[in-house]
């Protein structure tokens, strides 16, 4: 039986090192640009860092780069929306660090079931489930982008934007998203008398700073 290394080769702990920069040049990216997702991307490179804590257990080193490597290729289509895809080059970088050594790869079973566990997540977070009730879902919304900060400071958009309230609005809120800021109005499955969607959605046009409206479900345009 051969022992196993006593720690992992440079060629190895050089792709990790690489991978760990690029996503921490992400996180500091992803802070700049979101304070409100700021914490996904500090996480997501901390998570890219762990195989370097591993650096003396060579087998466990490539398995944790595999895993970490093709977790995050799937998080970077899951999390496209709120720029997770950012750190697809690091998983590529972990993915090298995993089989650029002949003598310490994940091995075969791990090789084949990490990616297919991997592409079964994705396809649960992409496709709908057909014996879900449509009833359980969130109700639908409008996410309305503003055309700048500035507009938060104003006390005529916030009289306006609670007075949405008035025409079936269950919620009004405003997020920060890549950057941007916008107004989050939730509503009701069923308007009350007098009041309509469309009327809604006018209203909500009419907000000083809104620069565009989209109608969105559960399963579209996410928050």
């Known amino acids: 039986m051969v022992a196993e290394r006593q ?3 440079a060629q190895q702990r050089g792709w990790a090192v690489a991978a760990a920069v690029v996503a921490g040049g992400v996180a500091v990216f992803g802070l700049l ?10 996480l997501c490179a ?5 195989p370097l804590l591993l650096r003396g257990q060579p087998k ?4 944790t780069c595999l895993v970490v490597g093709v977790g995050l290729l799937g998080w970077g289509l899951i999390g496209a929306l709120i720029g997770m895809f950012l750190f697809l080059p690091a998983a590529l970088l972990l993915l090298a660090a995993a089989f650029v050594d002949p003598g310490n790869r994940p091995g075969a079973r791990w090789a084949v079931v990490t990616p297919l566990a991997v592409a079964a997540a994705v396809w649960l977070a992409f496709v709908p489930n057909p014996h879900e009730d449509p ?16 507009r938060l400071k104003g006390e005529e958009f916030h009289q306006t934007k ?3 309230r008035g025409f079936g609005a269950t919620e009004v809120e405003v997020g920060e998203m890549a950057g941007e ?10 308007f009350a008398a007098g009041q309509s969607r469309e009327a809604l959605e006018e209203q909500i046009a009419q907000v000083p700073g809104v620069v ?4 969105c479900t559960f399963h579209t345009c996410g928050w």
């Open 7 to 9: 720690g992992v080769s």
């Open 33 to 42: 640009i979101s304070t409100f997702l700021g914490a996904y991307f500090v």
């Open 46 to 50: 901390g998570v890219v860092a762990v």
């Open 60 to 63: 466990a080193f490539a398995r």
């Open 135 to 150: 009833d359980n879902e969130p109700p639908p919304f409008f996410s309305a982008k503003l055309d700048s900060a500035n």
């Open 162 to 164: 609670e007075r949405l």
């Open 181 to 190: 800021f916008k107004l989050h109005v939730g509503m009701p499955r069923s």
């Open 212 to 215: 565009e409206v989209r109608f």
